[in-house]
């Protein structure tokens, strides 16, 4: 009794902690980005990508040290697929998602980041060398990113800057959604694992959704303040660290066996590729664009619960 106390009240406390900071966390990645003289598109990229991908790393560089690479590769790869397919579906049937040309110019640096992937893995191996060319491919971007976006004009000296507090703050933000995801996973997989639910079913759903819940929380909240930019920016930002931080540090650590079938690549690219159409097309992702997400995740839970090895 006194265990399902305690793991009711870490479903709310998670619950509660998830709410706040996403409330708080859209305003203040648009008063940075005012502050910084950025987009709020490069903000969501950057530092809230970067927080809200911290479960994804430590889960894969943890797996991939105690020598369970199949559990790192599936983590970044399963993260990417419900990142696009799950997350943006269900913010874009919310609202649709207004997004502009530098969305559609960073995901083509996420498509191309997963061919990378893709073509690095083509031996049937991530070596420590190619982890370390997934890094410097991520630290090339970055350095792409913050120059195409600096400031282009003096201002005043009276003006508002954002400061290291400010920054610090999105942080402190994305790390609460970190921290409200895990209360919320540890409480419903053990009251699940109590009713008898099998480990089958909790890590397909309740780990699955959790480890999500801060880039869902955050996207969510941008389509509800009609911020698409930071609902895919969050997305675009965190599959790219997928690809790029989280497999090549994971790889780094030790050599990954690329044992990920092509029907999971198909899942990917059949999400990743419209999404990347859309976005050039009439620059966002409206209703039936998010339908059609929600529906390829639906395929995959199908897939997933009748065996069907990915």
């Known amino acids: 009794m006194l265990e399902a106390t305690l793991w009711a009240t870490a479903i709310v406390i998670g619950l509660v902690l998830l709410v706040l900071s996403g409330d708080k966390l859209s305003d203040k990645i648009v008063d940075v980005a005012r502050k910084a003289g950025v987009s709020p598109l490069v903000i969501s990229i950057v530092l809230i990508s970067l927080a809200t991908t911290l479960p994804e790393l430590l889960t894969s560089a943890v797996a991939s040290y105690q020598g369970l690479t199949g559990i790192a590769l599936g983590n970044a790869l399963g993260s990417i697929f419900a990142n696009i397919a799950l997350i943006l579906g269900i913010a874009a049937v919310i609202r649709p998602l207004k997004a502009t040309k530098a969305a559609y110019e960073n995901s083509l640096v996420m498509l191309g980041s997963f061919f990378l992937v893709i073509a690095l893995s083509l031996d049937g191996t991530l070596s420590r060398l190619d982890g370390a060319v997934l890094l410097g491919a991520y630290a090339v971007y970055l350095l792409w990113l913050l ?68 880039e869902m929380t955050n996207a969510v909240y941008g389509a509800l303040r009609e911020r698409g930019s930071i609902s895919i920016g969050n997305i675009i930002g965190a599959d790219i660290m997928n690809a790029l931080v989280v497999l090549g540090v994971a790889s780094v650590i030790r050599p990954l066996q690329t044992g990920a079938s092509i029907l999971t690549v198909f899942l990917i690219l059949a999400v990743m590729l419209p999404m990347v159409i859309s976005l050039k097309r009439i620059h966002g992702l409206g209703r039936s664009m998010g339908i059609y997400f929600l529906a390829v995740y639906f395929i995959y839970l199908v897939l997933m619960f009748s065996g069907v090895e990915l």
């Open 147 to 214: 120059k195409k976006n600096a400031r282009k004009d003096v201002e005043l000296e009276s003006a508002e800057r954002a400061t290291v507090i400010d920054y610090a703050f999105l942080l402190f933000l994305g790390l609460l959604l970190v921290l409200g995801a895990k209360l919320v996973v540890y409480g419903g997989t053990n009251i699940a694992k109590a009713i008898g639910v099998s480990e089958f079913v909790v890590g397909a759903t309740i780990v699955a959704v959790g480890t999500s819940l801060p």
